[in-house]
């Protein structure tokens, strides 16, 4: 059974610029979750998506969204790119029913310059 | 801000139990206790997870105290592909379905498993 599944694993991008990135979850399941990574905030959450609708957001500016699809595949984009967006983007995936276990993807890496 | 405290390293011998421990004084009734790891540059693998009676996997062992205050992840024969960072989050699991809850990650115990 393949994992959660995210492109591009690495890319580098110049200020001011936008991003997407994209996950497919585990098949089946039906939440997904995006977090950033950096060395000074660690792990952060950033939104959740599931049904196509966002059920949570972190505290993050308006310039990170995300959407999903009826397939339950999602995107997050950051647009107006900043030097400290450099981060390691995770998305996460999970069934949806209550208990179930939430599983990681490798992550995309972002460099911004 | 994240709910629980761990050390912020360990050193373990390779073929030894590894303890890694978490205090979680103020967690609640409905929330569990969950372990994952991050070996560097990868994603945070999910490792265990428990309400209050201990549980073991194939990968390990979690044993939570009575009062729930406190666990303890065991890896029971540390290998060097376990040197890692372990994350021990509390999570309320939903009495619905439709949202799989945010973790709340802190900074985790760095695991170094020596020859």
């Known amino acids: 059974k393949a994992g959660v599944t995210q492109t591009p694993r690495y890319l580098i991008k110049t200020r001011g610029q936008q991003v997407t990135l994209s996950c497919s979850p585990i098949s089946g399941h039906r939440s997904v979750s995006w977090y950033q990574q950096t060395p000074g905030q660690g792990l952060q959450f950033l939104f959740e998506y599931f049904s196509e609708t966002q059920r949570n957001k972190g505290n993050f500016p308006g310039r990170f969204s995300g959407r999903q699809f009826s397939n339950s595949r999602s995107e997050m984009n950051v647009s107006t790119l900043e030097l400290g967006d450099s981060a390691l983007y995770l998305c996460a995936s999970s069934i949806g029913t209550p208990g179930n276990t939430i599983y990681f993807g490798e992550g995309s890496w972002l460099t911004v310059v | 801000d994240a709910k629980t405290t761990q050390p912020p390293s360990m050193d373990c011998a390779e073929g030894r139990a590894a303890n890694l421990p978490c205090n979680h004084s103020?967690?609640?009734?409905?929330?569990?206790v969950y372990w994952y790891r991050q070996i560097h540059s990868q994603g945070p693998q999910y490792i265990i997870h428990g309400l209050k009676n201990n549980e073991t996997n194939e990968m390990a062992s979690l044993i939570i105290t009575e009062d729930r205050k406190s666990s303890t992840l065991i890896l029971p024969h540390a290998t060097l592909r376990d040197t890692a960072v372990y994350y021990c989050i509390v999570r309320v699991v939903m009495n619905y379905g439709g949202s799989q809850g945010n973790l709340i990650f802190g900074k985790g115990t760095k695991l170094s498993v020596k020859p």
């Open positions: 103020t967690i609640s009734g409905n929330e569990y």
